[in-house]
């Protein structure tokens, strides 16, 4: 079998086992009551983003300001270790180690930038204003329409042979951000973005309680080559440094 060949039939396991990772999370917290009627469906995206955050744990969530993940991320390059921290105000910092050098990306209000090994820090226009974006998407402030995001249903998508409600949110332009969520238990299937005319698909799994808030631990991204994260551990509303953020000097500086 060639390294393509393998590297589609990896991407396909991963994610088989993201859906068979958020069908015991159904079964699991479905209560006996469990709406079936179409009548008894959310009819506003108010509705189903209030079951949605009913289902991650709703007043954790509310309350949820950092987020830190020691992970792993396998991808058409191979295997390799990472960090990920990001908070509610949309400060991210990523990094990976490759053969020994580590990628850093970080953006947040004062800039982006990112740096390979001991270079020099490159300018990434745009990647603050995504970062703020996808924070709001992922602590969830965007769905409820807040921080200047408007949220509306947007019909149904089948994705992994499951039918989901899409909430879409938007920032005033042409990018798109829409939640998949399972109308009866509230549970998230994947996030689908679409910045600068291209689209990218999210999907979640694996999740876990941590400090009152459901998690995920699997993540496959469908963006041309599939790209998963195995999380490892995750550490929710520890301060995070300024020097996580802080752009290196350049050199001689």
């Known amino acids: 079998m060639g390294a393509q060949a393998r590297r589609r039939r990896a991407a396909s396991l991963a994610a088989l086992a993201l859906c068979l990772a958020a069908g015991p999370a159904v079964a699991q917290i479905a209560p006996d009551n ?14 189903l983003v209030d079951r949605y955050f009913a289902w991650r744990g709703a007043m954790a969530l509310e309350q949820l300001q950092t987020i830190h993940e020691r992970l792993f991320v396998d991808g058409p390059g191979g295997r390799h270790p990472g960090d990920l921290w990001m908070d509610r105000d949309g ?21 982006a930038w990112t740096r390979d090994g ?26 409820k329409g807040r921080e200047g995001a408007s949220a509306e249903l947007a019909g149904t998508a089948d994705v992994e042979d499951h039918t989901w409600q899409v909430v879409r949110v938007g920032f005033g332009d042409a990018d798109a951000y829409e ?10 299937c994947c996030f689908r973005i679409t910045e600068a005319g291209v689209t990218r698909t999210e999907l979640f799994g694996d999740w876990r309680l941590v400090a009152g808030v459901r998690m995920p631990f699997a993540q496959l991204t469908r963006a041309g080559a599939d790209v998963s994260v195995t999380v490892g551990a995750v550490e929710l509303n520890a301060p995070l440094t300024e020097a996580l953020f802080q752009r290196p000097p350049a050199a001689g500086g």
């Open 118 to 143: 001991d270079g020099p820090a490159q300018d990434s226009p745009g990647a603050a204003e995504r970062a703020r974006r996808y924070a709001r998407l992922v602590f969830g402030d965007a769905l």
């Open 179 to 188: 939640a998949l969520i399972d109308p009866r238990s509230g549970v998230l």
């Open 34 to 47: 469990a709406p079936t009627d179409a009548a008894s469906l959310p009819h506003t995206a108010r509705e």
């Open 91 to 111: 400060r991210l910092r990523r990094e990976t180690v490759s053969g020994g050098a580590r990628h850093v990306e970080v953006a947040g209000p004062e800039g």
